[in-house]
């Protein structure tokens, strides 16, 4: 701790005799001692609490990097959710698509239909012509049921 050698221990021995004699010299030595041994307690106290406040922060430091990173996953999942929650609008925009699609479907084959009897038709030699139209009709019709769905 202090770094003192045994010549230097030796010097301050010799001084302490001079000084305070050899009947006060033990007392003193004791006492000198108490007082290394209390500023050892008290350095190493503050080394152990010093390392445990340095591990403290150093988990700290390790837990708000984790919270960061939950953080962080959360809130793209909740972006995740947030966009496929938004995904309806954008399929309701398709269906709108799909229903005026199908409207001017349905406007084109009143068309064909309208525009069909104003021609001179011919005259029907068996009733399969006739059925035959009928059959394009229903087909038509289902088509358009088919996409409505």
């Known amino acids: 701790m202090l770094d003192i050698g045994f010549l230097e221990l030796l010097i301050i021995a010799v001084v302490g005799l001079?000084?305070?004699g050899p009947e006060r010299l033990p007392r003193a030595a004791r006492t000198a001692g108490l007082w290394v041994g209390k500023i050892k307690r008290t350095v190493s106290?503050?080394?152990?609490?010093?390392?445990?406040?340095?591990?403290?922060?150093?988990?700290?430091?390790?837990?708000?990097?984790?919270?960061?990173?939950?953080?962080?996953?959360?809130?793209?999942?909740?972006?995740?959710?947030?966009?496929?929650?938004?995904?309806?609008p954008a399929s309701q925009k398709?269906?709108?698509?799909?229903?005026?699609?199908?409207?001017r479907l349905d406007d084109a084959l009143n068309t064909v239909r309208e525009d069909a009897p104003s021609e001179t038709p011919k005259a029907p030699s068996s009733g399969q012509q006739d059925g035959g139209q009928q059959d394009s009709s229903q087909k038509a019709q289902s088509q358009k049921d088919e996409e409505q769905r």
């Open 18 to 20: 001079l000084v305070l």
């Open 45 to 88: 106290g503050m080394q152990r609490e010093i390392s445990s406040q340095l591990e403290a922060e150093e988990l700290r430091q390790k837990l708000n990097d984790q919270q960061k990173s939950l953080d962080d996953s959360l809130k793209k999942a909740k972006q995740d959710v947030e966009s496929l929650a938004e995904a309806p």
């Open 94 to 103: 398709e269906e709108k698509n799909l229903a005026d699609a199908t409207a």
